[in-house]
């Protein structure tokens, strides 16, 4: 029995995909942590690669694959600067990674992902909003972007309008676009998250 993935708006993601009819090449950037989403990928059958910038966290997801007998393919990178040859994959996304960076960097790191995805390929990536919770919390670097303590090291997250990140797709077609506001209990507190999704395809 499959497993069913926490990282629910990649199933989206997956069923765009596998209407494409293109070749099933996926390159994850930001791919470590305890459950690694290109397992989910894998599990539907395409050809895996990802990077992860961080060593504990790509060690987390070694760990992952090693118990269910998958070769997801994760090393490490900076997807701000890619090894990959341009038009490499067919499908590229980042899921609640990119904005750990400033925002300069977030364009550098799109850009990149945009150049190795190959044309008609797809590209999902998604965003912190203004409406999170935590968005004005912690050390201010400009334009709604702070440092902040995950697991008491300091984080950058930059936070976006809803239409902001509209510009990074000026030369694609967006397909598909949502800004979710979660209302849930996270250790004993409610907190709110603010999202923006968007998948698109190059043209």
Known sequence: MSEIFKQIPLYRFISYCDDTGLDKTVLDCGAGGDCPPLSLFSEYGYRTQGIEFSTSQLEEAEKYAKKKNQNLNIEQGDMRKLKFAD????????????????????????????????????????????????????????????EQLDDNMPVIHSYYEEEEADVYFKDMKILFKETRVVERIFEGMPIRQGFVDYIAVKR
């Not at 038009?87 to 364009?107: A, C, D, P, Q, R």
């Not at 850009?111 to 912690?138: I, S």
């Open 87 to 146: 038009e490499t994959f067919s499908f590229v996304y980042s899921y609640n990674s990119v904005f750990h960076m400033k925002k300069e960097e977030v364009l550098k790191s799109v850009n990149e992902m945009k150049r190795v995805l190959k044309k008609d390929g797809l590209f999902f990536v998604n965003f912190l909003t203004v409406k999170d919770f935590r968005c004005g919390q912690g050390g201010n670097l400009g334009e709604n972007q702070y």
